[in-house]
């Protein structure tokens, strides 16, 4: 039956990824864990998961002349050299840290989540305070790092990084993430891949199953009240991060 629970995991990571713009790598991984695998296993298979699901969403943004390919590039180079040393980090760290890490990563993407939602409730239009090409590098680089070490995409870090430090529109911003995040994973993919951290039969369940969640959460969820969805997810956020601080202090007794 594990097989079914990946599937609906998927979707639902999927779902969440089309509704609110960020990947489901934070589900995926605290799935994976709580279903015994090892985190740095859970780690890299949640990479392979984002690269198929954040593939899709950027091919049809591509298409539709929503993508600017340059623009996914600026970020994007400084993303793929960060992943690696994300990738490096969580081999080396102890399973108990890596994650506590991941928990803090929910903690704080529950904050992000709500400051996204300010500066679009707010239309903020300020002029940031580094310089454009600096800014771009600190954007790309975090997100990178973040997939690599946690296996997440880190589109909750980057949407608000762009929006803030870059000055853009939510949805370009959005659309650039989803490209960045594309790159970043597949860096870190390749890298766990040849250390052989990744479970290949979960993850390609994992993955269909995040690609037509994606469709649902982009078609039909956004129909639904956004306070609503954001209460649900905001306590989804803080019970993975609960069962996680859990997992990793069991890992410390051990």
């Known amino acids: 039956m594990d097989w079914l629970i990946l ?3 998927g979707i639902f990571s999927g779902v969440l990824s089309g509704l609110l713009g960020i990947g489901g790598g934070f589900i995926i991984v605290s799935l994976l864990v709580a279903l015994g695998y090892t985190p740095i296993q859970a780690v890299a298979t949640s990479s392979l998961v984002i690269v198929l699901s954040s593939s899709t969403g950027s091919f049809y943004n591509w298409r539709n002349g929503y993508l600017d390919l340059k623009r996914v590039m600026y970020i994007a180079i400084p993303a ?3 992943a690696q040393l994300g990738v490096y980090l969580a ?7 890596l994650l506590g890490i991941f928990s803090l990563f929910l903690i704080t993407n529950i904050f992000l989540i709500q400051l996204r939602k300010k500066i679009v409730t707010q239309n903020k239009q300020s002029n940031s305070f580094l310089n454009p090409v600096i ?5 790309g680089s975090i997100a990178g790092f973040l997939a690599g070490l946690l296996g997440v995409g880190g589109g909750a870090i980057m949407v608000p990084l762009q929006m803030l430090l870059l000055n853009e529109d939510i949805k370009v911003a959005i659309r650039t993430s989803l490209g960045v995040i594309v790159a970043a994973t597949i860096s870190s ?6 250390q052989g951290n990744v479970l290949y039969f979960e ?11 994606s469709q649902l959460g982009t078609r039909v969820l956004p129909k639904l009240p956004d ?4 209460r649900i997810f ?4 803080a019970s993975m991060a609960v069962l996680n601080l859990w997992q990793a202090w069991k890992s410390y007794q051990l």
């Open 135 to 139: 800014s771009k590098i600190t954007t």
């Open 203 to 213: 993850g390609l369940i994992l993955g269909i199953g995040g690609m037509i969640g």
């Open 91 to 97: 081999v080396k760290i102890p399973d108990y840290l």
């Open 80 to 82: 793929i050299i960060a």
């Open 234 to 237: 905001v306590l989804f956020l």
């Open 227 to 230: 306070s609503l969805v954001s």
């Open 7 to 9: 599937a609906i995991a």
């Open 189 to 194: 993919c390749i890298v766990h891949a040849t």
